[in-house]
């Protein structure tokens, strides 16, 4: 198996706004043919994608994608294989994956890892990684996976989530779990500010030593090279709320303190 | 054939099907590591008794472990996959949860698939410890050296106890051996700790006897009606003169090196090292422990197996 790397081209006339097309478990499959004559949806017609991208093959099992427009729903019900976005994304990034890892070299927009529009849980597999910002919403209802923001989150991460892992970089966090039933949301920003909402209890600060599973997520985080190989040993401390109380409780926020 | 002063003997060493999973177990510094280890292995020397064969298969730094604390790679082998499947959860409830700071992680790459098959299978080990979690217990699904695998988090009164939900097994072996032959005790033991020390620096096997050494080797069958196995009375130096001894005129002391692998190849490499590190002054022969070749279906001949190129063993 080899990857692609596709090239955006510089073309007149309406563009498409979904790029759910992007899968690297269907794309890395195909032939270059096959690839090329993908169709997309552009408006109310379809235009192959060979028209819209330059199509190269490349030695990684990767699907890497340059100077596209900030399309919605990329990777959306990915199974597997890696995406790698150079560029900003639109809404929707990920949406139902299940497997499989998406780069962004850029930011993000809004609901991150969320539903598709006809499922009631969000990402159930995989990992997307963000260099950028990410907006509001990131990991609406997922299910299982996790979401890494090395930028700015917006408003209310981990809205509704039912379970798996969200690493906010930078902060301030505004709300994260609000209504969260299970799930962890990681601030690894000892100085975020972090507002939580009135359903969470108030914060425990514990060794970062016993909480093994940190321990797992930091190789993990070092390992996608969000992390650096100092840390965490400046941070060996974590305040931990659990909650979200309404809901099943079994929530927590970490946020990793000097 | 001779390896300096001492005699390899034209015979075989018969071992048998197994099945074994990697367990790798971290905890805060060296000495928990150490103590989980010896626990969870303890009373794992012979299936004859035992409900596994277990031992130490390395150490591991902390860059080697999913969570960057120093660990241990143990193997535990069972006759079948579903007597492993009772023993394992036993022995990670009972030695490793209890142990402070530890985490039990699947160390069975080559087992890793989710169905199981004739060659691999999963074996639930988080899967039924975490009810101990009382409905506190949390999942969590993370990639592990490119692998999604599922954790249980499970609360105890250092923190959390992290366990993996289920290990690979993997079709292995069991019972390679040699039994060194000495002069005396002291030189027989000299001899046997240095073969164990040489095969502890090799991947894929473990000696899973005390201290890697047994002195009671065991024949097939008995003049007991309750005894399966019993003394290899060919091998004892003070049964020599009642019995059909196999042992040398100037042999007083025989140590039996066991050796369970994942694969021929790693036996036959393990008893090839501990042979030739076992060869020497007061060490009259080598020969090795089988049962007429009736019993496994394995047969490692001592020539051959020291004449394998190195290369082709490591």
Redesign the interface.
Known sequence: MSGWLMIWKKRTGPAPTDGSVFRPDQLLSQSIDQVRDTLVRVGRTYVSLGELVSIEPTDADVVELVGAPALNAFGAGMTGGELRIRGKVGDDLGTSMS?GLIRVHGSAGHRVGGPAADANKGMT?G?IVIDGDAGDYVGLRMR???IIVKGHAGASPGYRMI?G?IVLCLGPVDHPGLEMR?G?IMCTNPGADVTLGVNFSRGRV??L?????G??????LR?LCVLGSDKPNAYDRVRIWTGDRCELN?GEVWQWVC | MRVGDTTIEDTFAEAFRMWAARLIV?A?DDYWVDVASREATGYGTSVIGCDAEAGVERRLSPDDT????PGAALLFFAFNARTLAKALPNRVGQCLMTCP?S?VYDGMVDGFTKQNSDDTARIDVGKSIRFFGDGFQ???????DDR?RR?W?IAVM?????VEDDVGAIKAIGGGNFLIGATSQRAGLVAARRAVDAIATLHDVITPFPGGVVRSGSKVGSRYKTMFASTNDAFCPTLRDQTDTQLHDDVNCVYEIVINGLSEIAIAGAMRTGIEAAAGQGIVDISAGNYGGNLGKFHFQLHKVMATAKSETA
Do not use: H
């Open positions: 497997g597999g990992e299982r996976g996790m379970a892992t299970r962890t514990l060794e030593s016993s909480m093994t599973f321990l797992v997520m930091v190789r993990r390992d079994k | 971290t805060a999913p969570d960057m604390r700071t985490a949390k999942s969590k699904v993370v990639m592990i999604q954790l988090r250092d923190g959390e106890f992290v």
